[in-house]
């Protein structure tokens, strides 16, 4: 399995959102043992905006992603996206995928991103953002990312969680799974997922909507929204996988989801 967009090979879908009415940039982000990557857009003039935590794929901060925090910006929110296993290792020079999770992204501990994620609400709140409204959304590993993250900070508000793993994890670290955490979210999270993705049985997602159901507040609020002819990673415009009708779908009850919690 290869992952052509690495190698340059560009679909025709993808989109580039513009940055008109945005402040946006890459930046150095300080982290308890220095500093990583980052990209951040938002609203130009604006202050106090609710925070998004946009979470990357396992490729790490692409354009794809920097794009993503543009839409989100465009709709009224301060995102910071990390590039998460920075110390780890260049995710951009993987095309294999199979060797980056092996290689790279079976390195990081859940530990490590939720310090970053941490580090990266707090410069948000220090440049125009409310550090007490706070979202999350990650895709694939980020995903799973955002079920988890949902659960370790107190100030996450909402969560929209984009095919992430339920019932495992990338790796030998991983302690812990998003089944594992339904008793401690803090804010309710919307899971959008594909029927046709072999990587995320159908079966969990009826174990994670029995366990939501059966959890806390944050919990019963939780919901899915599985769309029947989307594969894995059908938001990313820019790989074969793409499935516009059911990315046009997400991103709108995304954002309502936000706004109905922030």
């Keep these: 399995m290869s992952f052509s967009a690495a190698a340059g ?9 513009d940055t008109d ?11 308890a043992d220095g500093s990583i990557a980052a990209y951040y857009a938002a609203p130009e003039g604006r202050r106090d905006l609710p925070i998004v935590l946009v979470v990357q794929e396992i490729f790490g901060v692409h354009e794809h992603i920097k794009d993503l925090c543009r839409r989100v910006a465009k709709a009224g929110y301060l ?19 199979p060797k980056l999770i092996a290689e790279l992204v079976s390195k990081v501990p859940d530990e ?7 580090a990266s ?23 799973r990312l955002t079920w988890m993250y949902a659960a370790h900070n107190p100030d996450v508000k909402a969560g ?3 095919y992430g793993k339920l ?3 990338h790796g030998p670290l991983i302690k812990r799974v998003a089944f594992d955490v339904v008793n401690e979210l803090h804010g309710p999270v919307l899971g959008l997922y594909g029927a046709k993705d072999a990587s995320i049985p159908l079966a969990d997602i009826e174990t994670m909507k029995t366990k939501l159901a059966a959890g806390n507040a944050a919990a019963k609020q939780s919901e899915f929204v599985v769309y029947p002819d989307a594969d894995h990673a059908f938001l990313a415009d820019y790989r074969a996988s793409y499935k516009p009708e059911a990315a046009k779908d997400g991103w709108s009850r995304m954002l309502a989801w936000f706004q109905r919690y922030l």
């Design 9 to 17: 090979n560009v679909a025709p879908t993808v989109i580039h959102t």
């Design 21 to 31: 009415g945005l402040v946006h940039g890459d930046f150095k982000l300080p982290v």
């Design 79 to 97: 995102a910071v996206a990390a590039n998460l296993y920075e110390r780890q290792g260049d995710a951009s020079v993987y095309t294999d995928i």
């Design 112 to 118: 490590q991103v939720f310090a970053d994620l941490d």
């Design 121 to 143: 609400v707090a410069w948000a709140a220090q440049n125009g953002g409310d550090a007490k409204r706070v979202a999350v959304t990650g895709f694939c590993w980020g995903g």
């Design 160 to 162: 929209v969680a984009w």
């Design 167 to 169: 019932s495992v994890g």
